[in-house]
C-alpha cells in the first residue's frame, strides 16, 4: 500500500469527510471532527447513514475511507474495532435495496422472445436470441455456463 492515495480515491474520502461533517455538526454539536474519530462516533456516523438510506457498500467505502485517513496519520483505526465491524456486517444484511438480479420467469422469458424481434436486427438472430435463452432457462444454466469471450473448458459447446 502506498502512502499517497490514488487521485481518483480523494473525491471518495472527501464525501466522506463531507458526510461525517454534516453529522458532526447536525447531530454531535462539534464542527471538526478531529483524528482519531472515536468509535462510538463512528458508529453514530454508521447509524447516520442507515437512516438516510445509503446502500451498504456506500457505507462500507465510506468508513475504509476513514480507515485509510487513519493509517495515513499513523493513529488508532477506529473502523477496526470490534463492534463497528459487527454493525457494518449487520448493515449489509439489512439493506432494503431492491435486488436487480432476480431470477427470469416463465412470464418475463415469453415477454423476452416475443419483444426481441423489436430490438434485434435480424430475424436469425433472434431465432437464436430465443434458443440460447430458452435453453438457459429450462437448463438451469449459469451465463458463464453458455457464453465465453475466449475457447474455455467450462462453455457448454455442440
Aim: glycine share 6%; aromatic share 12%.
Amino acid at each position: 500500500m502506498g502512502s499517497s492515495p490514488q487521485s481518483s480515491s480523494l473525491p471518495t474520502y472527501r464525501r466522506a469527510r463531507r458526510l461525517y461533517n454534516t453529522l458532526s455538526i447536525d447531530i454531535l454539536g462539534q464542527s471538526a471532527c478531529p483524528l482519531p474519530l472515536q468509535p462510538s462516533n463512528l458508529a453514530i456516523f454508521v447509524a447516520y447513514l442507515y437512516q438516510h438510506n445509503y446502500a451498504s457498500s456506500t457505507v462500507n467505502t465510506n468508513v475504509s475511507a476513514f480507515g485509510y485517513v487513519h493509517w495515513l496519520a499513523g493513529v488508532a483505526d477506529p473502523t477496526r474495532v470490534f463492534f463497528i465491524m459487527e454493525m457494518l456486517k449487520g448493515y449489509g444484511k439489512v439493506s432494503t435495496r431492491f435486488d436487480t438480479h432476480l431470477p427470469i420467469t416463465v412470464s418475463i422469458l415469453e415477454r423476452m422472445c416475443a419483444n426481441c424481434t423489436l430490438v434485434l436486427d435480424s430475424g436469425y438472430i433472434a431465432c437464436m436470441f430465443k434458443a440460447k435463452s430458452s435453453t438457459a432457462f429450462y437448463a438451469f444454466l449459469l451465463i458463464g455456463e453458455i457464453t465465453s469471450t475466449r475457447q474455455a473448458l467450462d462453455v457448454i459447446q455442440v
